[in-house]
């Protein structure tokens, strides 16, 4: 895995994070 894959997943995984938050947080 090159070093900008690990960089592309990482970011992706903690933008859909953050997105997921945002989502529920209105509903809390």
Known sequence: ???T???RRRF???AA?????L???PGV
């Open 1 to 3: 895995m090159s070093a």
């Open 17 to 21: 994070a953050a997105a997921a938050g």
């Open 12 to 14: 992706l995984t903690g």
């Open 5 to 7: 894959d690990t960089s």
């Open 23 to 25: 989502a529920v947080a």
